[in-house]
């Protein structure tokens, strides 16, 4: 039997009003607000967390979510939530219950090192880039919060070397941030980078999964409620490349079938996909992330994009591995 909570605000403990369904700009969103001032947004069945996740960006960032500041501390929190009773469930190992996503604004600036500040020009910080000088990025980052910003937009073009060393630079930089203990940019830059997938966005973001899967992999424990919503943009075929190399990238540090439900006939389908990349990948994510599940022997010869010092080139699966 499923243990049942009195739906309280999840910052301060507040007992909720159940969200209602109401017209918004972008669309029907059910959701309501705490006396505190956190905003909460159901997703009743737990198969679109990630629009709703931005649909609660959106109502707490009337200006757009391209115009969060970083010196303000937008905090997110979720739970499994049963919309019919309005009541928490606690249901262990289910994927895909219905979650109530809590964020809220603290109007906190966020903490600097200590230390000489190191200023740079997005010129300045390109050259570094091209070199490859991630230990510098890595310096810089911390006092240059449009790093990100420069991050993303140099990261659109998958044919030029730079979008991939922009791809890598990003988890430098949330190495950086995470062992300085400033979790909060990165997750308001995963919000960004969310809301740049969404059609409402206007913009593209065909490599924002990476750039996210980048940020989880510095300390994927801070961002383990981001894993699932992530994998659910694959649903998306312009995003599906950029969210198998992300979840390849994550299988190199967690188990990943302890965040997400990949079905075979799923598997099957994406290794019967008409590009090769895709097909590549996903028999590299089934090798990566230790799936039970038999990749076909003509599959096993099909090829992907990787980069390596400063080139872009194709191998097969069986030597991708090293690249990934």
């Known amino acids: 039997m499923a243990k049942r909570e009195l739906p309280t ?7 909720i009003d ?3 369904s109401k017209n918004t700009e972008f669309g029907e969103v059910i959701y309501g607000r705490c006396q505190c001032g956190a905003l ?4 009743p069945t737990g198969r679109n967390q990630g629009e709703a996740l931005v649909n609660a960006m959106m109502l ?5 979510i391209e115009n969060i500041e970083l010196g303000v501390n937008y905090e997110l929190k979720e739970k499994a939530y049963d919309y019919k009773t309005h009541k928490y469930v606690y249901l ?6 219905g979650r109530l996503f809590f964020i809220k604004a603290l109007k906190e600036s966020i903490k600097r090192a200590v230390g000489e500040k190191i200023k740079i020009s997005k010129k300045d910080f390109v050259c570094l880039l091209e070199e490859e000088n991630y230990e510098q990025i890595e310096k810089v980052s911390l006092d240059n919060a449009n790093v990100f910003g420069w991050l993303i937009s140099l990261s659109y073009d998958k044919e030029n070397p730079i979008s991939w060393k922009a791809i890598k630079a990003m988890g430098h930089v949330a190495k950086a941030y995470v062992e300085a203990e400033e979790v909060e940019p990165l997750r308001n830059t995963i919000r960004k980078l969310l809301w740049s997938m ?4 206007g913009g593209v973001g065909w490599r924002s999964a990476e750039l996210i899967g980048e940020i989880i992999y510095a300390e994927p424990s801070l961002f383990e409620d981001i894993i699932p919503i ?3 943009q694959r649903e998306e075929e312009s995003f599906l490349e950029s969210v198998l190399r992300s979840m390849i990238k994550l299988s190199n540090k967690i188990n990943l079938l302890d965040y997400i439900k990949i079905e075979d006939n799923e598997l099957r389908e994406l290794l019967q996909h008409k590009s090769e990349e895709i097909r590549a990948l996903t028999a ?4 990566k992330a230790k799936i039970n599940f038999s990749v076909p022997e003509n599959i096993k010869d099909a090829s992907l994009s990787v980069y390596n010092r400063g080139e872009i080139f194709k191998v097969k699966i069986s030597k991708a591995e090293k690249y990934l």
């Open 230 to 232: 992530l994998w659910s």
């Open 284 to 287: 590299l994510l089934v090798y």
């Open 60 to 64: 707490a960032c009337p200006d757009g």
């Open 18 to 20: 159940p969200p209602e």
């Open 92 to 97: 262990k190992n289910q994927l895909f219950s």
């Open 40 to 43: 909460y947004v159901c997703e």
């Open 9 to 15: 605000c999840l910052f301060c403990g507040r007992i």
């Open 198 to 201: 969404t059609d409402e966005s």
